[in-house]
């Protein structure tokens, strides 16, 4: 990941074919869109069990095996505090694409332009 990057999204998204644009920001807030662990601080996530590094290259700054918990069928990642946006190699994890159009798909109404 580059400093100083610019990405520029599509007209229409190749995910959500109800989403109006290729990029922009959901509009209304969604329980399906938390990562908060719930009753838990901003630096706890509770995400899809499949995010657990588990032999594949972990989410940025997050290859600690100590940093991931486990509750139920969700993982708790306690999230580094050099920031919020950490990138995720998709090319390790088929399940990610699924994910992310199946969280547009269902806010796809909910969106705006950037």
């Not at 290859?63 to 920031?83: F, Q």
Request: charged share 30%; net charge neutral; hydrophobic share 40%.
């Amino acid at each position: 990941c580059a400093t100083e990057s610019i990405y520029i999204a599509k007209e229409k998204s190749m995910w959500a074919a109800a989403a109006e644009f290729g990029g922009g920001a959901f509009a209304r807030f969604s329980e399906d869109l938390r990562l908060t662990a719930k009753g838990r601080t901003r630096s706890h996530w509770s995400l899809p069990e499949w995010f657990e590094p588990r032999g594949r290259k972990a989410l940025t700054y997050h290859g600690k095996p100590e940093l991931w918990g486990r509750d139920g069928s969700r993982v708790i990642l306690r999230s580094a505090a050099i920031g919020q946006e950490f990138v995720l190699d998709a090319d390790q994890y088929d399940e990610a694409e699924y994910w992310a159009a199946l969280m547009i798909e269902r806010n796809a109404g909910k969106t705006v332009a950037a």
